[in-house]
């Protein structure tokens, strides 16, 4: 009798507990999306057909699909959430090639988050936190991609992201990860950074921001790997910010970094190298009416050995490197300018964009006919949207 108590009992009694558990809710899911097409024209025609100063761009007289962006949040239970981003076309190809990957689809966010108080923790692969240029093509202000964005700045990073806001006004930011633009290691480090920024009376508009980043670095995997357990070392500081005044918007930024190479790896030299660069750019906005706006931007950026601008195939011929391993030039001292002035004319979530562009470097460049030169003229039109 006891025994035939019992087997009515439990499942009693588990059918009372389950009908007390509060049920768990399903996720928030919210989706996002952007894309991004342009037509380029240059004064420049080039032996392979690429863009002058521009080599994350399609080539000569196209009209390209630059970017199209695919993303979805997703928002659990006490604090958790979870964010994905798919990246392709011509902006996805380039994140690829920089992570050491093929094709043109790139997976630049995915990682999860967890939010509380004043505190944010990431893990993950998520986009870069810094320049002035966003990965998004249709948050930009300007039509074309800079020389910073170009040469300068990484895409993105693998790893772990704390953020803490002591108060509307100052926060700071700790990274520890694989490496730029790395899916995973390819030596026995990990690069950390340290951020600190500062809001304005705490808008988020008016900032002014300093990162700082250093670590391992190696631009191959497995046996193509550069030797030395720990890879190369690489620093960086950024400095960045924004100011917003009525109908104006100027951003800006100050990126200063330094590489060290084991001996072999740049042309010239028979020692190891520390190479340098340095990079400073503004951006300036004005809206003049609620649809329309006037945009400039001007860059420089000082190449001490060439392991920037040499991603350019012309600039990368110039200097000799063509069908060779070498990273560099020793005593190349490359300083490239570039000034861009257009417009831009908003209809909703849509945009047209216009932009008129001219960059100059000191060294002679030869064009498909042989010629020399060392500037270019070149002229934007960019369609896009984001939902």
Wanted: net charge neutral; proline share 4%; with cysteine.
């Amino acid at each position: 009798m006891r025994a035939l108590s019992l087997m009515w009992l439990l499942p009693a009694l588990g059918a009372t507990l389950t009908a007390q558990a509060p049920p768990v809710p399903p996720p928030a899911l919210t989706w996002r999306g952007s894309l991004w097409a342009s037509a380029v024209t240059q004064n420049r025609e080039t032996p392979d057909g690429s863009l002058l100063f521009r080599p994350l761009e399609a080539g000569q007289s196209q009209f390209s699909l630059d970017g199209l962006m695919l993303g979805a949040d997703a928002t659990f239970a006490e604090g958790w959430s979870a964010k994905a981003t798919l990246l392709a076309g011509q902006a996805g190809r380039a994140v690829q090639t920089a992570t050491g990957e093929t094709g043109s689809i790139a997976a630049v966010e995915a990682m999860l988050v967890w939010t509380g108080g004043r505190d944010t923790f990431r893990a993950g692969r998520m986009i870069t936190f810094i320049g002035m240029e966003f990965l998004d093509g249709s948050q930009n202000v300007t039509t074309s991609r800079g020389l910073l964005f170009s040469f300068a700045d990484p895409f993105g990073q693998v790893g772990i992201h704390w953020h803490h806001a002591f108060s509307p006004i100052w926060s700071s930011d700790l990274w520890a990860f694989n490496g730029e633009d790395r899916l995973k290691d390819n030596n026995h480090g990990k690069t950390v950074g340290l951020g600190i920024t500062y809001n304005h009376r705490g808008a988020q508009e008016k900032y002014l921001s300093l990162h700082v980043y250093s670590g391992p670095e190696q631009d191959g995997l497995g046996s193509s790997a550069n030797s030395g357990a720990e890879g190369r070392k690489r620093e960086r500081v950024c400095l960045m910010g924004q100011w917003v005044g009525g109908p104006s918007t100027l951003q800006w930024e100050v990126s200063l970094g330094r590489e060290a190479f084991a001996e072999g790896s740049i042309l010239g030299a028979t020692a190891p190298v520390t190479a340098a660069f340095r990079g400073y750019g503004l951006i300036y906005r004005h809206q003049v009416t609620p649809s329309v706006s006037l945009f400039a931007r001007s860059e420089w950026l000082t190449d001490d050995a060439g392991v920037r601008l040499s991603a350019d195939p012309s600039i990368r011929a110039s200097l000799g490197l063509g069908g060779t391993g070498y990273a560099g030039r020793l005593g190349a001292g490359l300083r490239a300018q570039s000034l861009s002035l257009g417009m831009e004319k908003k209809h909703g979530p849509a945009f047209a964009r216009l932009e008129l562009r001219r960059d100059r470097l000191n060294r002679d460049l030869k064009d498909a006919q042989g010629a020399a030169f060392r500037d270019g003229v070149s002229g934007t039109v960019s369609l896009g949207a984001s939902f």
